[in-house]
């Protein structure tokens, strides 16, 4: 019932820009934080972004700092990040998730998850 899908990653030089959007669907969208994470071949699933449910704050990881955007329109039920300045070290599989509380950078506490959107950085 409830189901976010991703888009807009795919096959990107370093330096190069990407925005990603999640689109929710089968949820109140405004009573959710709402997260980025990222999954790399034999490594954690790790946080990237995260905002809260009407858009007033924002949280990134140091990695993300300064070349991420998180933003939410909650009128479209949808959710971006805006990537800059990528590096091959950000090829990872990009999932979107939903989380009741706040928005914490703890993917346990998310409740609902996308299939991921795979974005790849070539040197």
């Known amino acids: 019932q409830v189901q976010l899908v991703e888009s807009g990653g795919g096959l990107v030089q370093a330096g190069g820009s990407l925005r990603l959007s999640c689109a929710a669907s089968g949820l109140t969208f405004s009573s959710y934080a709402m997260g980025w994470f990222r999954q790399a071949p034999g490594k954690e699933r790790e946080f990237v972004a995260s905002i809260s449910k009407m858009g007033g704050g924002t949280n990134y990881a140091d990695s993300a700092k300064g070349r991420f955007t998180i933003s939410r329109d909650n009128a479209k039920n949808t959710v971006y990040l805006q990537m800059n300045s990528l590096k091959p070290d950000d090829t990872a599989v990009y999932y979107c998730?939903?989380?009741?509380?706040?928005?914490?950078?703890?993917?346990?506490?998310?409740?609902?998850w996308g299939q991921g959107t795979q974005v790849i950085v070539s040197s």
């Open positions: 998730a939903a989380n009741p509380g706040s928005y914490y950078s703890n993917p346990g506490w998310y409740r609902y």
